[in-house]
């Protein structure tokens, strides 16, 4: 089963006379447990597929579908609440919450849970384990380095157990060092927990290491490889 | 979580970690919210001074056209005519004697009162904090003041006290909620009469403390007692004593109405105040606010947030100026008295208590605008601006 299927996506952004055609009619296919690259210039549309799959941004026209449901048929509320429960997005540039410590910044999506306060500390504790910051909950982002800054922010993308992790350029501002430890706990977290990752990457080598990779161009998808679907872990050509 | 309780402590963090900013605006909104709760302190004092209640009884008895206590004369003699009048349940001649007729903030009043009867009823109401009534009565020139002049001059029982030429010993000190006790030293009117006239003119006093037996026939009363006088060498103006208050507090009473400006404008100051740092918050945290939709937040959350934040610095602010008035107020005990009479300024709860809701509610309202906005913004939007 296909985890996301978009048809006829368009997004136009309309600035002054002038109409910018981000999307022009995406079709896309994503199964479910897969990890995806995508790749293009840019300009040529990536941070904006990867919004309108986050359901924080709508599209101009076609349809996405997301483990069955249309997110075209719900209101600003009710995408809310889908986002909280079926999205986690790792931003650039970490996008973590200043006044918060690392442990408020991973407790935030799971304050809209109805989870007691016992198991929304264990699930807080849990993520920061996962992506070995058990040992920083007290830590402000500034007294983090951009590496955890990341890590901290793929803890809060994945304590909610989203079924979708939407990653836009996740290492793009990180050292070699840090960029492999962000790329090894995405991967990581796509074969141990099944999560469907798509992830904005400029990087061959980072795009190497996700099962597929699609290209886009101008709006459009271009010359994806036939036959190049499928989960990571079914592919050998990812290391580790 | 519970929609509205899930926002509060991020917006607790987001004012007790960014000290400086909220430590500024709350202290703003403390000094406005202090004038606004001391302005209408004030205003209160005039309105319980001057405003005639329903149960009012007590009558003041003045020489006509007379508007000083220096030039106000009448003979002590009056008493019984105007005992005699129906309705009037008591008379008591008092002598004023102040060392200040114009309006000021350090005015003695002395009021010569008779011997006997008026202490003990006047003091039923209010409570001798130290010295004696017996002490009192035991020398002629003994006084019993009130306890904001006892505290201004620093007086103990027992001191001695002179004031507009009249020398005194303190028998006794007392505290009293009436307004007109507070600057005041009671004292033998015998005694007053002569120190004051020079052995002159025994038996003139200043006016006569009538107090009636049917409240709601106090004018009735009033007039009954010039019109007996009328025609006397010595006619008189007989008005309940709140007006009197009114007349004599003219000036101080245009003041207070005209400061009450001051507070409302300290009001829109705290709007100001408010208004512009949530505004300046609002426009930081773009990117907060566009984090925390993407996280499921929802607009309504956002704008729940915004005005929480508005209205904690509201009730910050307002609790720290309107119970730093109260205790000010307290501590100074301040008494406008002019020509023998006083205004008080006293501390209430309601005046404090309407202080902390004022600023909160306007703090409330004065995050809707921007919380309007914050709520509206698109989340791809609030990040391409952040
Ligand atoms: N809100 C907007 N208003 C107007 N134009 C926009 C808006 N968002 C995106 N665009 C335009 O849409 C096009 C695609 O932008 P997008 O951010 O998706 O590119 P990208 O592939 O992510 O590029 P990069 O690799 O530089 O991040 C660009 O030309 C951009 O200027
Ligand atoms: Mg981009």
């Known amino acids: 089963m296909s985890a996301i299927e978009c048809r006829n996506l368009r997004k136009d952004y309309v600035r002054g006379e002038e109409v910018i055609q981000t999307l022009q009619d995406v079709d896309i296919d994503i199964e479910a447990g897969s990890f995806v690259a995508l790749m293009g210039p840019s300009g040529s549309g990536k941070t904006t597929l990867l919004n309108l799959l986050a359901g924080i941004d709508r599209p101009t026209g076609g349809t996405i579908e997301i483990g069955g449901q249309d997110i075209g048929d719900l209101n600003r509320n009710g995408l809310a609440a889908w986002r909280s429960t079926h999205v986690g997005y790792i931003f650039q540039l970490y996008n973590l919450v200043p006044v918060l410590t690392a442990y408020e910044n991973v407790e935030l999506p799971l304050l809209l849970h109805r989870i007691t306060a016992a198991e929304r500390h264990e699930r807080v504790a849990d993520a920061l384990s996962l992506v070995g910051l058990a040992d920083r909950h007290e830590h402000y982002p500034r007294q983090l380095s951009g590496g955890q800054e990341q890590r901290v922010a793929i803890a809060r993308a994945i304590v909610t157990r989203p079924t979708l992790i939407l990653a836009d350029e996740p290492t793009g501002d990180l050292d070699r060092a840090s960029a492999a430890n962000v790329m090894d706990l995405l991967v990581r977290l796509n074969r141990e927990f099944g999560q469907t990752i798509v992830m904005v990457t400029h990087d061959p080598s980072t795009a190497a290491r996700a099962g597929r990779t699609v290209h886009l161009d101008k709006g459009k998808i271009v010359d994806e490889p036939e036959h190049a679907h499928g989960h990571a872990h079914d592919h050998g050509e990812h290391r580790k | ?386």
């Open chain 2, 1 to 386: 979580m519970n929609a509205l309780l899930r926002s509060v402590p991020i917006t607790w963090k987001n004012l007790s970690r960014r000290t400086l900013r909220t430590v500024l605006t709350v202290a703003g909104i403390a000094v406005a919210t202090f004038l606004f709760s001391f302005v209408e302190s004030m205003r209160d004092g005039v309105r319980r001074a001057t405003e005639a209640g329903a149960a009012e009884t007590r009558l003041v008895v003045y020489r006509k056209n007379r508007f000083c206590p220096f030039t106000s004369k009448l003979p002590q003699s009056y008493e019984r005519t105007i005992r005699d009048v129906p309705g009037v349940k008591s008379a008591v001649p008092v002598k004023i004697v102040v060392n200040n007729c114009r309006a000021s903030l350090d005015v003695v009043t002395f009021r010569g009162v008779p011997d006997e009867g008026f202490m003990e009823d006047h003091l039923q109401g209010a409570s001798l904090r130290s010295g004696s009534l017996a002490d009192w009565k035991s020398r002629s020139d003994a006084v019993i003041v009130g306890s904001a002049l006892a505290d201004r001059r620093r007086l103990r029982a027992g001191d001695r006290f002179d004031a507009a030429g009249v020398r005194t010993l303190v028998a006794g000190i007392f505290d009293s909620d009436d307004a007109q006790d507070q600057n005041v030293a009671y004292a033998h009117l015998g005694f007053l009469q002569e120190t004051a006239e020079r052995g002159g003119t025994g038996g003139i006093v200043t006016q006569f403390n009538v107090e009636v037996t049917d409240p709601s026939k106090l004018e009735d009363v009033a007039a009954a007692i010039d019109e007996r006088l009328a025609h006397d060498q010595f006619p008189t103006t007989t008005r309940p004593e709140s007006a009197f208050v009114a007349r004599a507090a003219r000036d101080v009473i245009a003041l207070v109405s005209f400061a009450g400006i001051v507070g409302w404008a300290s009001l829109a100051a705290v709007f100001a105040l408010i208004a512009n740092a949530i505004a300046l918050a609002v426009r930081d945290r773009v990117r907060d606010h566009a984090i925390l939709q993407t996280l499921g937040w929802t607009g309504m959350d956002i704008a729940w947030m915004v005005v929480l934040e508005a209205g904690m610095l509201g009730a910050a602010g307002g609790a720290i100026g309107a119970v730093a008035a109260y205790a000010a107020i307290g501590f100074a005990k301040l008494n406008f008295t002019m020509e023998g009479v006083s205004i008080g300024v006293t501390s209430s709860a309601s005046v404090t208590a309407i202080g902390i809701l004022l600023a909160t509610a306007l703090g409330a309202v004065a995050g809707l605008a921007p919380a309007w906005t914050a709520s509206r913004r698109e989340i791809v939007q609030g990040f391409r601006t952040a």
